[in-house]
């Protein structure tokens, strides 16, 4: 997707979504992508896998933005994905093409942490028919564990499954901080 045709698709969901970024301007994000380059082919990739991202924090004091999938369910391009690579090599059988953790370092995005995902979906209903993994805590890691998240009921919940298992409503949502 060329520049101008991702820049003008941000900017069209950056001002459908206002209640995800209150008090910032286009004209803000827009200027900040101009001076960097990297951002936007990441973005682009955050795109071309189903993500939509969309910016849903910003920090006044340095300007950084952080951009999200805010696409209504897990990325389509991002799921039957196991935790990590440990997991993923450790599958007798059936192991997926690749792991939540490995495809969001290739994309250069971050997992959401339970916080984060918590945040999100303050900002609108996520996840409602898929899951997505979430950063998992160490000592949860070492036992076999990782973490994930869905929104059912109009509730977020936020539960643990082996990491190296996979679904194909699984996949991850991450962040880009610009």
């Not at 950056?14 to 973005?43: D, I």
């Not at 369910?73 to 991002?78: C, D, K, T, V």
């Not at 690579?85 to 490995?102: D, F, I, L, M, T």
Request: aromatic letters at 8%.
């Amino acid at each position: 997707m060329p520049t101008d045709d991702l820049l003008e698709l941000l900017q069209r969901r950056f001002e459908a979504h206002p209640e995800r970024h209150p008090g910032l301007a286009w004209s803000a994000v827009q200027a900040r992508l101009a001076r960097r380059k990297k951002a936007l082919a990441v973005l682009r990739e955050m795109e071309a896998t189903g993500g939509e991202p969309d910016v849903i924090a910003s920090d006044a004091a340095t300007g950084e933005l952080h951009f999200c999938d805010c696409s209504a369910e897990s990325p389509a391009g991002r799921r039957s994905l196991c935790f990590d690579r440990e997991a993923r090599e450790g599958r007798k059988e059936h192991a997926p093409a690749s792991s939540a953790e490995e495809l969001a370092a290739a994309i250069g995005i971050e997992l959401l942490s339970e916080a984060q995902y918590r945040s999100l979906q303050e900002l609108g209903a996520f996840d409602q028919k898929t899951s997505s993994w979430l950063q998992t805590p160490a000592e949860v890691r070492e036992l076999g564990g990782a973490l994930f998240g869905d929104r059912r009921y109009g509730r977020t919940f936020v539960y643990h499954n082996g990491a190296a298992s996979y679904y194909a409503v699984r996949g991850f949502r991450g962040l880009l901080r610009v």
